[in-house]
């Protein structure tokens, strides 16, 4: 069993930058692929980026969005920069199995963009 808590969400006018946390109940990193995903009112969860062996990011947040990990702290990280209007959403952190692809999801933590 793995928990995963993320925090850092709030709100944020555009251009601003928030950055969020991911920690997990244990060290998961070799076995588990780390992601944060999104999802905004009426729209479908969507992948914003993950990381394992590579990472990869949603065309939307290419150049904004940074995903890293500290290893020694269990924790995941989505630094966001130049926010707007459409990356409000709640995120989700997700730990996938690499070879069961079981995943686990956080509670998800609300991101509000706006003037």
């Known amino acids: 069993q793995v928990q995963l808590v993320e925090s850092g969400g709030g709100l944020v006018q555009p251009g601003g930058s928030l950055r969020l946390s991911c920690v997990a109940s244990?060290?998961?990193?070799?076995?588990?692929?780390m992601g944060w995903y999104r999802q905004a009112p009426g729209k479908q969860r969507e992948l914003v980026a993950a990381r394992g062996d590579s990472t990869n990011y949603a065309d939307s947040v290419k150049g904004r969005f940074t995903i890293s990990r500290d290893t020694a702290k269990n924790t995941v990280y989505l630094q966001m920069n130049s926010l707007k209007f459409e990356d409000t959403a709640v995120y989700y952190c997700?730990?996938?199995?690499?070879?069961?692809?079981?995943?686990?999801w956080g509670q998800g933590t609300q991101v509000t963009v706006s003037s």
């Open positions: 244990r060290n998961i990193f070799s076995t588990y692929v």
């Open positions: 997700n730990a996938r199995h690499r070879v069961t692809y079981y995943n686990y």
